[in-house]
């Protein structure tokens, strides 16, 4: 009789052993074709190997209580990409699109925080930066557990999503994305959120440079930055690293499944 098998890993990355074999074949996941338009051509893309990275929808760059609001920065633009997201992230759960939420989540003793990056988020050293408390609320700026670096209320986030901590612009810089994209069999990556031309372009950048294919939610994604970086992030996403789409093209690509 035919020993039973058990699964180890995760599908489509997984084995089936017992004591007497390893079938290492991995079976595919069954392919959800569809033609999504973009603002340069029309993609035949298989929603089974695609994701979604929402990136940095956290109250210090979206709220008004935040640590961008805090330092002077008018955080409406940033808040742009809630209500689209609220209606798209539903329909790409029920189509077994991976949510994947990349936060700024820094570690409580900044021992992978590097002066550079200290400076960005306070230029004199007399201000609040990195794990110091909001003024306002008492909040940790970026620390991992802490309001301030929490997703905005707005947006649900369900415990079937995927959660990566990240410590620079971007979110394949010492953190486990890759493996986990790679371990899901995930090679196409919609990208949303904020800043569009600083941590959603920066991991959008090594995505591309690691193979990924990538294209950009335009309304889904935004930035705090003056108008001719937005412009530039387009151009160059669409020039050199990927597509650029909507959240209403999506709609019309899963209705056609």
Same mark, same amino acid.
């Given at each position: ?7 180890? /890993? ?9 004591? $007497? ?9 069954? =392919? ?7 603002? %340069? ?22 709220? =008004? ?25 539903? #329909?790409?759960?029920? %189509?077994? *699109? ?6 700024? /989540?820094?570690? =409580? ?11 960005? +988020?306070?230029?004199?050293?007399? !201000?609040? !930066?990195?794990?110091? =408390? ?10 991992? !557990?802490?309001?301030?670096?929490? *997703? ?14 990240? +410590?620079?612009?971007? $979110? @394949? ?5 890759? #493996? ?6 995930? &090679?196409?990556?919609? @990208?949303? /959120? ?8 920066? #991991? ?6 690691? /193979? +990924? ?7 889904? &994604? ?10 530039? %992030?387009? +151009? ?5 690293? !990927?597509?650029? #789409?909507?959240?209403?093209?999506? @709609? ?6």
């Amino acid at each position: 009789m035919d020993l039973p098998l058990r699964i180890l /890993g995760i599908a489509p990355n997984a084995w089936a052993v017992n004591q $007497a074999i390893a079938d290492i074949t991995r079976p595919p996941l069954d =392919p959800q074709p569809v033609i999504l338009a973009t603002e %340069t051509k029309n993609l035949r893309l298989d929603l089974a190997k695609a994701a979604i990275l929402v990136i940095d929808m956290q109250n210090d760059f979206c709220h =008004p209580d935040g640590w961008l609001s805090h330092i002077g920065v008018d955080v409406n633009p940033a808040r742009q990409p809630i209500k689209p997201l609220q209606n798209l992230l539903p #329909t790409l759960r029920a %189509t077994g *699109v991976p949510i994947i939420w990349v936060n700024w /989540g820094n570690r =409580p003793d900044l021992l992978n925080i590097s002066a550079g990056i200290h400076h960005v +988020y306070n230029s004199t050293g007399e !201000g609040v !930066g990195l794990g110091d =408390p909001l003024p306002n609320n008492g909040a940790k700026v970026l620390m991992k !557990g802490s309001w301030a670096a929490a *997703v905005v209320d707005e947006l649900e986030q369900l415990p079937g999503d995927i959660f990566i901590d990240k +410590y620079r612009m971007s $979110a @394949f810089w010492d953190t486990p994305l890759d #493996t986990i994209l790679r371990n899901l069999g995930r &090679t196409t990556l919609f @990208f949303a /959120g904020v800043n569009a031309d600083q941590c959603v372009m920066a #991991t959008l950048q090594d995505a591309n440079f690691l /193979g +990924y294919d990538c294209i950009l939610v335009k309304d889904c &994604t935004a930035t705090t930055s003056p108008e001719y970086c937005w412009l530039a %992030t387009l +151009y160059n996403v669409k020039q050199c690293f !990927g597509f650029v #789409t909507d959240s209403e093209a999506i @709609f019309k690509a899963i209705n056609s499944l």
